[in-house]
């Protein structure tokens, strides 16, 4: 897949490898991205399952201790945001988290291996019609997917804290507190304003996720095309392996971000203006 920076120029090369395997379904469904998504979420599953399957009380083992850690991290990091009840709020910083990671870490895929591997089964003619994006959060799909769940998942906490009645009357009497007649005067702003700000929730953090992840997977395509295929093959190799380096500690902090402001989204949600 290198070669097509030299025969079609480096706009074909990333044109190429920023297309996604779609299937029409109705409309256009990314197949890439959401075989990627449910096959590291399930690996995260299988993992996380056997783990606490083989748990035991004595001296743990790597495997054991390992996972032990990550889940005192995340459970630290809940317990020092979120004051109430952690049972549910635990489980999910962590699914967040590791699921978010395994998915940025799809990045540090060589780019052209998806390429390669068709190129070697199918033929060089199938491999150039056939598009593969490993990055599930490069995609704003998932990351929307991701939010909206989030969205919705605040929602309940809010209404679970709150009431039906008393999250209602929130959206009407905050921020700006009023009395007597005043407050049906500010009850429309009061509303425009809380809309505004549940809805910009969902959004930061899909943008935020997506757009570093985007970036990064752009930067791979530069230097792959630029580096990999004009100059020659070691400069890229050096290129590739500094940016990846760097791109750990984004693959990392980006997971981190919207884990932790998922706990925090969710703390202001049960509590009151």
Same mark, same amino acid.
């Given at each position: 897949?290198a070669?097509? #920076?030299?025969?079609g120029?480096?706009?074909e090369?990333i !044109?190429?490898?920023?297309?996604?395997?779609?299937?029409?379904?109705?409309?256009?469904?990314n197949?890439d991205?959401?075989?990627?998504?449910l096959?590291?979420?399930?690996?995260?599953?299988? @993992?996380?399952?056997?783990?606490?399957?083989?748990?035991?009380?004595?001296?743990p083992?790597?495997?054991q201790?390992f =996972?032990?850690?990550?889940?005192?991290?995340?459970d630290?990091q809940?317990? *020092?945001?979120?004051? !109430?009840d952690?049972?549910?709020?635990t489980?999910? +910083?962590?699914t967040i988290?590791? @699921?978010?990671?395994?998915?940025?870490?799809? *990045?540090?895929?060589?780019? *052209?291996? #998806?390429?390669?591997l068709v190129?070697?089964?199918a033929?060089?003619?199938? &491999?150039?019609?056939?598009y593969?994006?490993?990055v599930?959060?490069? *995609?704003?799909?998932t990351?929307?997917?991701?939010?909206?769940?989030?969205?919705?998942?605040?929602?309940?906490h809010?209404?679970? &804290?709150?009431?039906g009645l008393?999250?209602g009357?929130?959206?009407?009497?905050?921020?700006?507190?009023?009395?007597?007649?005043?407050v =049906?005067?500010?009850?429309p702003?009061n509303?425009a304003?809380?809309?505004?700000?549940?809805?910009?929730?969902?959004i930061s953090? +899909?943008?935020?996720?997506f757009?570093? $992840?985007?970036?990064?997977?752009? =930067?791979?395509m530069?230097?792959?095309g630029l580096l990999g295929s004009?100059?020659s093959? !070691?400069?890229?190799?050096l290129a590739?392996?500094? @940016?990846?380096?760097f791109?750990?500690l984004?693959i990392?902090?980006?997971a981190y971000?919207? $884990?932790i402001?998922?706990?925090?989204?969710i703390a202001?949600?049960?509590? !009151?203006?």
């Amino acid at each position: 897949m290198a070669s097509e #920076a030299q025969s079609g120029g480096l706009n074909e090369y990333i !044109g190429h490898h920023l297309n996604h395997n779609v299937v029409e379904i109705g409309s256009g469904f990314n197949l890439d991205t959401w075989l990627v998504s449910l096959v590291l979420g399930l690996l995260f599953l299988l @993992w996380f399952g056997l783990a606490a399957r083989k748990a035991t009380p004595g001296v743990p083992s790597k495997g054991q201790a390992f =996972v032990e850690l990550i889940l005192e991290f995340i459970d630290g990091q809940v317990r *020092d945001t979120f004051h !109430g009840d952690r049972r549910s709020v635990t489980p999910l +910083a962590l699914t967040i988290f590791i @699921w978010i990671v395994f998915m940025n870490t799809m *990045d540090l895929l060589p780019l *052209d291996l #998806a390429g390669w591997l068709v190129h070697t089964t199918a033929g060089a003619e199938v &491999a150039h019609h056939t598009y593969f994006r490993a990055v599930p959060t490069a *995609d704003m799909n998932t990351t929307f997917a991701l939010s909206v769940s989030v969205f919705f998942i605040l929602i309940g906490h809010a209404l679970s &804290a709150k009431g039906g009645l008393g999250f209602g009357k929130e959206l009407l009497t905050a921020p700006f507190h009023a009395h007597g007649f005043m407050v =049906v005067l500010l009850a429309p702003v009061n509303l425009a304003m809380n809309i505004i700000e549940w809805l910009v929730k969902p959004i930061s953090l +899909a943008m935020r996720l997506f757009g570093n $992840m985007y970036g990064g997977e752009l =930067v791979f395509m530069l230097i792959a095309g630029l580096l990999g295929s004009w100059i020659s093959f !070691g400069p890229g190799v050096l290129a590739n392996a500094a @940016w990846a380096i760097f791109h750990i500690l984004i693959i990392l902090l980006q997971a981190y971000i919207f $884990m932790i402001l998922t706990v925090v989204y969710i703390a202001g949600a049960r509590e !009151g203006h």
